[in-house]
DNA sequence: TCAAAATAGGACAATTTTGTCCTATTTAAT
DNA sequence: ATTAAATAGGACAAAATTGTCCTATTTTGA
């Protein structure tokens, strides 16, 4: 479905939320360490999405990454995943002919479009904030 | 969402089952070129089809694949990606967590499982009569 | 000022996926 | 029988993705 790179990135930012909603700064080990992800390929992740202004990177001793509260609540998973997969899931065909066209459509256009579209609802309308919730209660987890 | 060797064997399926329903056989060459698929690459996905009963394939001159006549109204979408894909299309996580699993799900578990199943739901439901349905009337293409 | 701790970023390596090439084998037609 | 046309399959190559390593830079705090 997604990349790997997307995969790490949803829950890099998803845990980074979380520390930055409880007013802590997310170090890059801390952040691989609580979503099971190899370090250095974490690092390149957190940069695209520093780039793309969906986290803040701060360098330094006591740096690391944080995102700032008010946007927790507005940042949604399909930002993130655009970041890094950039627009397949949202217009790729589902048999794989160049982009999806419902001028030429392929045989299964219409069933696929329909779940395509379920998908991009939900990630247009999953917000980060709505990640951290089950996390802090023990109903969801980054890793296991 | 699918690899490129699912998109291909799913193309090459089709094809068959459009013509084998014509009553003709199918070549490698012809497959290749009206799915605008590599022939090399398509030759593998076809042995893997072959070998997974999903298609018949005939050696010597004049030989091709093609699906028995009967079939093509149960072969069904799910068969074809288990057969190339496996399983990860039905019980792998949203967030690439080790599977799914609903005892420690990830932050978008309930979410994702609803769309996953779906997806399953579709695939399951499809079957190579209804994919070459449209392709006859040129109502859909798979190639462009 | 200096050392330590952290991110930035380039170069590289490993793995997986995608794709090619060549030879063997099978079968039909001559 | 021989030849031609087709699939089978192994070995290899290319490309993309995933992952590592090293050095530079930035910042804090002693
Ligand atoms: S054309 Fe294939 S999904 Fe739209
Ligand atoms: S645990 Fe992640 S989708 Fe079910």
């Known amino acids: 479905m997604f990349s790997k790179a997307c995969e790490y990135g949803i829950r890099a930012s998803t845990y980074i939320a979380l520390q930055s909603h409880e007013g802590k700064r997310a170090s890059l080990k801390d952040i691989a360490r609580e979503t099971d992800s190899p370090v250095a390929f974490t690092a390149k992740i957190l940069q695209q999405l520093s780039k793309n202004k969906i986290i803040d990177s701060v360098q330094g001793a006591a740096g690391g990454f944080e995102i700032v509260k008010s946007k927790i609540n507005h940042i949604k ?54 990640m951290t919730s089950g996390l802090e209660v023990g109903l969801t987890y980054l890793k296991r």
Chains 1, 2 share one sequence.
């Open 77 to 130: 998973l399909s930002e993130i995943v655009y970041a890094i997969d950039g627009d397949n899931v949202y217009m790729g065909c589902g048999l794989g002919l160049e982009k999806c066209n419902a001028n030429k459509p392929c045989p299964v256009h219409d069933k696929f479009v329909a779940i395509r579209d379920d998908l991009r609802d939900m990630l247009e309308n999953t917000t980060l904030y709505e």
